[in-house]
């Protein structure tokens, strides 16, 4: 039991239960007890109430099969089913060689390493009713010539076959399920094959050090998930950890990354009682509009039963019910299970959420309980294998020279050194090393694509891109493919000649050029040309790379402010030209320039625009109103467009005016597309490129073109028709955007809505032209002002190429066939975009068109044309190069799943624009149920089909598509708006692979744990509502809001430090900002907040939450392991309907 767990209504696990105080359980281990009745009854659902285990006495090691005192494994006799080596528990690591204290006696400090709630806490996932869940267990390593780890497990749910003849058998079927890995092992009971896993393990108590030096075998998750089919005796189970110290016997590699876990535990928080005082059904649990997220809305309240502050539990029908029939159900019929998928719509029956004691069994008493659910802590956890990266790939910089190597996770902090390969700051696969043949890539089903962030800013102490100058010939080009030069080209004839690397045609090399080669047939002047030695560089590109030949004028930024009633109101208008003054000055400008060369212009606009002159010589702005918006042009020409320094005091005069001329408004309707026209007709007159900041507050209604109508309809969603909520209601937008790229006019648009605004619509121009979109629902001055200064701040002053062109080159037998994120095409090759940012993503992927080759490998060449902000045109260049495999194992572990989940995340939100979002929803399912039967036919050792086997690399495949399918996009809770939708749809079309990791998956940090003397931050924990402690305080953060929950037990002088009030009920809702108090704990937790926010793109809102407050709802919308109130599955569940999806493709 875990130290801090908190009572249960049912006596806890493993504690001698009354009516059964001198029995040993059977069922856990490989034999059978003397003196031990053998169970008349099949495999256990749940533990009853008043029947429960006592512990084995000191030195029987059930894995085993046999009492031994140097086995050090875990006593807790809740483990039952699950073999003691199950993958587990993240805990630290307890002192090897002795054994953990018996289940029942308190542990000391350091023994906190056991589960937060034993396995005894039955919180979520399928009910331990008709299919008991087992430990996932873990597959064998699929390097060649590792050995694989014995271990006798099978799996407990007999579902064919006869029932097991003896306890010794009983025994043996339950040890099956298990998710491993395998560090130090004993040997099997006889006559059972094993594998070796992946995961560690809550089950022993010992957690074998990890090496690096080994290869990762897969993670196998063998479960009693719902199974079809029972593994039977003798068929290879692959286990998690045995009890170390066998003699004689040789440990199998470990896998990587993902040894027994070394980070703290998970902050010892006792699980929550029930909570007193919830909203009741029915009453809305909307907070004030001030505290809507930027782009959540409250989710709904949870059904009456979960209002007692449970934990989001497995539908529990079946609980109450007559233990399982102890016949075996006939060969070929498939079990009913609890808390079986179906499509995983709508609420089950009954789920009001995991109950706070043991389930009330309406069984007789009975023989030992059987196994309980699959346990959370069995199975693969985000948090463990992001710490196991950071702590084997964070210390040594990742070097770019070799071909093919997997970079260190988006979550690690590492430095890279370009050697010839893009950084995957620039870059990032899903595989590094992909299929030969196009049979191959269809049998896998691995999309393979490329997350490509073109002008990604590096951290200071990586190298900017070079900016190399060939003067008026330009970058040297391969005559045939027109790919540029780059390291992977081969120089032949003494270097009068290169063979291009993608198209294998010979160039003559210009004469001004040539440079003889070295012994080794590489040029003398390898290292000082960033093209021949550097994954990344920028060419100076000449006139022929210009429009109309000749050389851009730097770009421009027109400001254009809706001055409607309800942004003069709301206090908006002032704000934003207040904010204006300070700003200009902080105009992007190139490296060594003293001022920006970008000149500025404004509009105000309602249902009428004004434009203003503000050109140096004035003393005072002039304005022009133009109000035929039907046939927009620009009232003036010189005088719009200025320098910030000539112009200072006509433009402070202007920005003053602005506020005042409004103040008395009464004009509530607007314009929109005249808006963009009269900015783009701007930009044409100027003959530059250039962006516009649009402030926009509410549905354009007014006559003009692009006039919109409300056509927000909630009845649509689930139905045929929900494709159309997320379409433009019109062409028109769609057009203007391809006359905006054109020019190269990309539009910001920051959104300040209080109903509903057309986000779909009003998207179109700012997504097709590369722009950005911010939106701030409910906008109130005082709460949500220094977010959106600060995102104005950001993006004024953020880097960007304008009048922007990419290309994706690759080698023969792949092409790039598909492309996502925020730009306009208007061929099949070339990715347009008006303004290309530092934040913006383009994810492209690639089919086969011929056969590659395993000693060439693929290249990928992508080459952005662009306007600098200092109207310099220049091609930035970035290579990578792939391994190409004829072995499915080999693409499968060099496979990313960050990226993996950025490509599908976006292939799904694109598919919604055509396709009902339920077959969306079960393409990805079906996919990645295909990726993993895949993997399992082809590369796994053969095993029972009770176990889920994971790659290595894959293994957070199942909770991080889960997370992906409860997103609002695809599974939107009743709170949230089809604008919120819309929004979150454009955003994640453009992000880079750590945003849509954290989005999707959020970061839960223990803040009490914090070290307030270390820079560092507190060890994340895992995203379940099972994980919190009402003592503690927490933040949750997903890159667009920053949640601070705070339980209902913290300790006076923490809320006194943290917030400056005396207790809990005084903390406020409303704080849009930490109080700034001079005490070590308020400075750590603002830095840790300061320190989130730098890592973001955006500025994220911050949320108080206080447990059993009405706000709570929307924060649980973000614990992703946990059932979602729109009906969303658990991660247990989710894993459990994955594995039958996989079993029914194998069979």
Known sequence: MSVNQQAHTGPPYGQPQPGYQGYQQPAYGAQSLPGVPQSQYGAYNGPMPGYQQPVPPQGYFPSLGFPSKGSPVSLNSDTSSLAPNFIGSLRALPTSGAPPPASGASHPSGHLAYSQFEHGDVQNGIPASAAPMQRPPASQPFLPGSAPTPVSQISTFQQYGPPPASVQQLRNHMAGMTIGSTAASAPPPAGLGYVSGSFSATGSGLHTPYSASQGPPPATVSEGLPLAQPPFPGHTVSTQRLPAQVPGFTPPPPSTGVGPSSYPPTTGAPRPPAMPGPPLPGQTVAGPPSSQPNHVSSPPPPPPSAMAGLHPGPPMSGLHGPPPPTHPPQPGYQMQQNGSFGQMRGPQPNYGGAYPGAPNYGSPPGPPPPPKRLDPDSIPSPIQVIEDDRNNRGSEPFVTGVRGQVPPLVTTNFLVKDQGNASPRYIRCTSYNIPCTSDMAKQSQVPLAAVIKP??????????????????????????????????????????????????????????????????????????????SLGSYEFLATVDYCKNNKFPSPPAFIFMIDVSYNAVKSGLVRLICEELKSLLDYLPREGNMEESAI??????????????????????????????????????????????????????????????????????????????????????????????????????????????????????????????????????????????????????????????????????????????????????????????????????????????????????????????????????????????????????????DDKLSEDSGALLQCALLYTSCAGQRRLRIHNLSLNCCTQLADLYRNCETDTLINYLAKYAYRGVLSSPVKTVRDSLINQCAQILACYRKNCASPSSAGQLILPECMKLLPVYL??????????????????????????????????????????????????????????????????LSKGDIYLLENGLNVFVWVGVSVQQGLIQNLFGVSSFSQISNALSTLPVLENPFSKKVRSIVDMLQGQRSRYMKLIIVKQEDKLEMLFKHFLVEDKSLSGGASYVDFLCHMHKEIRQLLS
Do not use: W
């Open 455 to 532: 002008l990604a800013t590096l951290p200071p102490e990586e190298t900017l891109p070079y900016l190399v100058d060939h003067g008026e010939s330009g970058p040297v080009r391969c005559n045939r493919c027109k790919a540029y030069m780059c390291p992977f080209m081969q120089f032949i004839e003494g270097g009068r000649r290169f063979q291009c690397c993608f198209c294998s045609c010979v160039t003559e090399v210009p004469p001004h050029y040539f440079q003889h080669l070295d012994h080794t047939g590489k040029r003398v002047d390898f290292y000082d040309r960033p093209e021949l």
């Open 599 to 848: 000149r500025v212009g404004f509009v105000t606009y309602n249902k009428v625009l004004h434009f203003y002159n503000v050109k140096s010589s004035l003393a005072q702005p002039q304005m022009m109103v133009v109000s035929d918006v039907a046939d927009m042009f620009v009232p003036l020409l010189d005088g719009f467009l200025v320098n910030v320094n000539e112009s200072r005091t006509v433009i402070a005069s202007l920005l003053d005016q602005i506020p005042e001329m409004f103040a008395d408004t009464r004009e509530t309707e607007t314009v929109f597309a005249p808006v963009i026209q009269a900015g783009l007709e701007a930009l044409k007159a100027a003959e530059c490129a250039g962006k516009l900041f649009i402030f926009h507050t509410s549905l354009p209604i007014a006559e003009a073109p692009g006039k919109l109508k409300n056509r927000d309809d909630r009845k649509l969603i689930n139905t045929d028709k929900e494709k159309t909520l997320f379409q433009p209601q019109t062409s028109f937008y769609n057009n203007l955007a391809k006359d905006c790229v054109a020019q190269g006019c990309c539009v910001d648009l920051f959104l300040f809505p209080n109903q509903y605004l057309d986000v779909a619509t009003l998207g179109v121009v700012p997504y097709q032209t590369g722009g950005s979109i911010y939106k701030y629902a409910y906008f109130q001055l005082e709460t949500d002002q220094y977010r959106f200064l600060n995102d104005l701040r950001r993006d004024v002053q953020k880097e960007v190429g304008f009048d922007a062109v990419m290309r994706v080159r690759t080698s023969t037998g792949i092409r790039a066939t598909d492309f996502f994120g925020a730009f306009y095409m208007s061929n099949t090759t070339d990715v347009e975009m008006a303004g290309l940012d530092c934040d913006k993503t383009i994810t492209v992927e690639f089919k086969h």
């Open 962 to 1027: 889960n997370c992906v399918l409860k997103s609002d996009v695809l599974q939107p809770g009743p709170e949230v708006t089809t604008d919120d939708r819309a929004y979150i749809r454009q955003l994640v079309t453009s992000m880079d692979v750590a945003e849509t990791n954290v989005f999707f998956y959020p970061r839960l940090l223990p803040l009490t744990k914090a070290d307030v003397d270390s820079d560092s931050l507190p060890a994340a924990i895992r995203n379940s509502e099972e994980r």
